[in-house]
C-alpha cells in the first residue's frame, strides 16, 4: 500500500492546537511530524516591553488553564535572586500550597484528556467535578478560578481567608478517597490497560538523551524532581517521595501522575499545618539590578526554566523561557514512529502536552 | 398470482407495515433509545443530559426530536471529489437496510394460528442474516465514495472490523439450529418454551453479544467511528438531513439486533401472560414480553459506552478469532453432545 501524508489537526477532536503530519500506511504511522505555533503570542518578546510588575499576569497566559502558579514561581524566583530579596515565611507556605493545588487541578485535567483519549468519557467528566473542588478552593484562597496573579514580586498578594484550612482539609480527605475509584474505573481497567500498556515506551537512557522532564521523565524510572534536587521556597522542610514508574510506557507514565497527586495531598497537609504567622508580603523595588540568573522550578508538567538578563531598567532585557511541554514535544516524534493510528492520541495525551506552553 | 385479501387482512397488514414492527415502531425505538441513552450515560458520568425540551417537566423526553428537526433544516454539503451517486445514496440504503430485518421477526403469535410478523418465510434466519452481512459494505461505500482521508481510514477499519464479528457471529447461529433444527425464527421461539436458549447455550449468547456489539460498533468495539483517531470515520462527510439518517440507521440496526437476540435466546414472546393485556388480546401480552427483553439487552449493550475504553483495531481481531471464535466453536461441541437429552424436552420442534 503506498503511504498517505495525513494532517492531523489542529481541527481534530483530541490534537487541541497542534497539527500532526502523519505518513500513513494502512493503519500504521511511520512517522509523525509536529506543527507547532498556532498559538504563538510572542510573550518572550512581550515581556521585554513590560515592567516586571506588569510581566506578571502575562507570564501567568503561558500556561493559563492548567497551571499558573508553577508557572510563575520560577519568574519570581529568578527576579527574587537578582534583588537578593528574602521573601516573608508565610508568603512561601502559601506559595507553595497554591503551586501544590494548581498541581492536583493539573494532573486531574491529564487524566480527564488522557480518558478521552482512549474513549472512555466518564472518567472526563468525574476528575473534572473533582477538579472544581480543587478550583473553589483556589478561589478561596486567590480570588480567581484560572488565572490567579496569586503570588508576586515579595511575597503573595492575599493571606489565607477564614476557615480556608478546615475548607481544604476536608477536600483533600474528600479527594484522597475518591482517587480509590479512579483506580477502579481508570487503571484498574483491563481494557484500560490493554489500550495504554505497552504503548510509547520510553527508555530511562532515551529519556535523559532526549531532556524529558517532570513526571515524564519520572514514569521512565529517573528519580527527578527540581522539588528534592534543588529545593526553592520551603520544598525542603516537607516529607514526600518522589513516585516513579517502571517500564515508562503511557500507562505509568498517568500512574505517576495518580500517585503524585497523592503525594501533593501529603504536602498540602504538613504546609497547611506548619504555617507560621506573619506578614506575606515585602515591599520590592520596581527596578531590578543589572544581572542575569537561570532559575528553575518543578511546575505540573515538569521543569520550567527561566533565564532572565536585567540590565539595571524596570523592564527586563531579555527573558527566555524553557517550558517543559515544549521540552517533552520532542518525544513525541521519536515514540511514533511505526505505531498504529489508534496509539497516537494515547502517546500525545499520555505526554501531557499543552499547545499554548509549547509556543509561548 | 396475487391472493385476494380480505378487509380484516388489510386492516392487519397496514398495521403491521406502518405501525408495529414496520415504520412507526423502529422510529420510535430509536428516539426513544438516544434520548435514554444521553439521560442514562449522563447520569453515569454525573452529568443531567438534556432537559427543557418535552412535556413532562425536566427530562428533555423530546430532545431527539428537537435534534432531528435542526438536522432536517441544515444544508447538504457534498465534497466537490466525492462520488455522488453513491456518496448521496448511502445514507438512504443505510436506513432502509437497517430496517429491513424488522420485517422477519416474529414479534407474538396469533390466536388463531400464524405469528405477528410483516413477511413470514421458514428460512427467516437466513434472511436476516444476509442482511446484517450487507451493512459493512455499505459502510465501506460511503467511506469510499466521500474521497475523503479520514473517511477511507474509517472505511477500512470497517471492513477489518467485518471479519471480526461475522464468523463468530455465524458459528454460534449454528448451534442454535442444531439445538432447533429449523431456519424459522419463529419455530425457534416455540422450540424455547419449556427452556431458553440462554440457558442452554450460555456460552454462545455471550459470544453473540459480544459480536452483535462489535456489528453495530458499540463503545468498546466503536473503532470504526473512533472520533479521537479517525475524526468520525466513515460518515464524517455527512452533513444535515444524511447525518441523520446515518445516526437513525445505527438505531434501527440496534432495534433489529436486540429483536433477533431476544428471538434467539431469550424465548422471544414467551412469558406468563399480562391479565390487563390478554383482555385486550393475547398479542399486546406477548409483545409486552418482547419488548421488556428487548428493553434490557438494549440497556446491556448501551452501558459499554460508559465504562470501556475502545479497544484498537488489532486487539478487537485478536479477540474476535482467538476467543471468540473457539469459544462458539466449543458451544456448538457442547451442543451436539448433549442435543440428544435436549431436543426431545424442548416444546414445538
Known sequence: MSIMKLSMGPQHPITGHFRFILDVDGDLVLKLEPDIGYTHRGIEKLAEKRTYLQNLPLIERVNSYCDSVGTMLGYLEAIEELMGLEVPERAKYLRVIAAELNRIASHLYAACLFSVATGLETMLMWPINDRELILDLLEKLTGQRITYTYPTIGGVRFDMSEGFKEEALKRLDYLEKRTEDYYKMLLWNHTFQIRAKNVGILKPSDAIRLGIVGPNLRASGVKADVRKDEPYEVYDRFDFSIPTGKNGDSYDRLEVRFKEVEQSINILRQAIKDIPKGPIKKWAPPIVPKGEVYTRVEAARGEFGYYIVADGTMKPYRLKMSPPSFRNLIALPYLCRNVPLADVPVIYISLDLIPMDVDR | ??????????????????????????????????????????????????????????????????????????????????????????????????????????????????????????????????????????????????????????????????????????????????????????????????????????????????????????????????????????????????FALVMVSEYFDLCAVTSLITVLFLGGWSGPAIPILNDVSPILSGVFWFLLKMAILTVIIIMGRGIYPRLRIDQLLDAGWTLLIPLAIIQIIITLFTAQWWIPLLGGV
Open chain 2, 1 to 242: 398470482m396475487i391472493p385476494i385479501l380480505s378487509f380484516s387482512e388489510i386492516i392487519e397488514l397496514i398495521l403491521k407495515v406502518l405501525i408495529f414492527p414496520g415504520l412507526a415502531f423502529p422510529l420510535l425505538f430509536a428516539m426513544i433509545v438516544i434520548w435514554f441513552e444521553r439521560k442514562f450515560l449522563a447520569r453515569i458520568m454525573l452529568r443531567i443530559g438534556p432537559l427543557h425540551v418535552g412535556p413532562l417537566n425536566r427530562t428533555g423526553l423530546f430532545q431527539p426530536i428537537a435534534d432531528f428537526l435542526k438536522l432536517i433544516q441544515k444544508e447538504i454539503i457534498v465534497p466537490d471529489n466525492a462520488y455522488k451517486i453513491l456518496y448521496n445514496a448511502a445514507p438512504i440504503i443505510a436506513s432502509i437496510v437497517a430496517s429491513m430485518s424488522v420485517a422477519f421477526i416474529p414479534y407474538a403469535p396469533k390466536p388463531d394460528g400464524g405469528y405477528w410478523m410483516i413477511y413470514y418465510t421458514p428460512w427467516s434466519l437466513l434472511v436476516i442474516l444476509a442482511i446484517f452481512t450487507a451493512r459493512p459494505f455499505i459502510m465501506v461505500g460511503a467511506g469510499w465514495a466521500s474521497n475523503s482521508k479520514y473517511c477511507t481510514l474509517g472505511a477500512i477499519r470497517a471492513a477489518l472490523q467485518l471479519l471480526a464479528y461475522e464468523v463468530p457471529i455465524a458459528l454460534s447461529l449454528v448451534s442454535i439450529v442444531i439445538m432447533s433444527r429449523t431456519f424459522d425464527l419463529a419455530k425457534i421461539v416455540e422450540a424455547q418454551s419449556s427452556i431458553w436458549f440462554i440457558i442452554l447455550q450460555p456460552i454462545g449468547f455471550i459470544v453473540i453479544l459480544i459480536a452483535m456489539m462489535a456489528e453495530l460498533s458499540r463503545r468498546p468495539f466503536d473503532i470504526p467511528l473512533a472520533e479521537q483517531e479517525v475524526v468520525f470515520g466513515w460518515p464524517t462527510e455527512y452533513t444535515g438531513t444524511q
